[in-house]
């Protein structure tokens, strides 16, 4: 029976979701988990595992509007670079390379807030799993845009369990318990790094001055770079400039 265009045209569109599928499934090189914030909403989070369980975990929050996915460029070589990886969905998002949000799914299914300092339980969250599941002898936070300000508010909070923190364009993008980010910034004892687009400087250098010399690193790129972890990905021009700098501090507390 021969297949008239209409079909064929169904068919061919078939075929390349199924081969656009596989491709994203077989490029993946993490593993998706899930596990529970405290109060009951699932986070679901990607895994990217080393040969060596023992490498020092970084736990990579996503900036506004987005996902996990906004880490699938970037953990593979973080993973190259001798880090396990953890990168998490947090309630406040959207998506990022094609990946939904599941968190923010099951947070709005049960009724929950999903504003910015919203986020705090899956942070928390994921540093309990890092802990309590992956046994991670060494734990280094990084966020990006308004997960970047929550670092501080963590690294204030879990002095003894966060060894270090990178925070892509941080900023006063919120009040946690009417305190400004840069109230929480003298409480940071570990080692920080700080980065931005070029233009962004002056969103995050009061936070930066807030925090204790000698223990923070601030990079800016000679090109006009870009808001948040994505100034990472390949495909954005300048990225060996951040990965430059990103590598340098990595080094410097490993």
Not at 223 to 245: D, I, M, P, R, V
């Amino acid at each position: 029976m021969k297949l008239q265009p209409f079909f064929l045209f169904i068919t061919l569109i078939a075929a390349i979701g199924c081969t656009q599928a596989q491709n994203n499934k077989a490029g993946f090189q993490g593993k998706t988990i899930t596990f529970k914030a405290a109060d009951g909403v699932t986070v679901t989070a990607d895994l990217y595992m080393t040969k060596n369980t023992n490498a020092p975990l970084i736990v990579l929050h996503h900036q506004a509007g987005y996902s996990r996915g906004a880490y699938r460029p970037i953990a593979p070589e973080l993973n190259k670079l001798g880090f396990n990886c953890l990168a998490l969905d947090q309630r406040s998002g959207n998506a990022a390379q094609n990946i939904k949000n599941e968190t923010k799914k099951a947070a709005v299914k049960m009724g929950k807030a999903t504003k910015y300092p919203d986020a705090i339980p899956d942070l928390e969250a994921g540093l309990a799993y890092a802990k309590n599941t992956l046994k991670a002898k060494k734990i280094i936070y990084w966020g990006s845009s308004y997960s970047a300000s929550l670092m501080f508010y963590m690294a204030s909070k879990y002095t003894n369990d966060i060894q270090a923190v990178l925070a892509f364009s941080p900023g006063e993008y919120f009040e946690i318990d009417g305190k400004k980010i840069a109230g929480f910034a003298p409480r940071v004892k570990c080692p920080i790094f700080v980065t931005s687009a070029k233009n962004e400087q002056k969103q995050w250098q009061g936070i930066y001055d807030a925090i204790p010399t000698g223990k923070k690193q601030s990079f800016l790129p000679q090109s006009k770079g870009f808001h948040g972890s994505k100034a990472l990905w390949s495909s954005n021009a300048g990225n060996q400039e951040y990965w430059t700098a990103v590598k340098t501090f990595l080094k410097s507390i490993n």
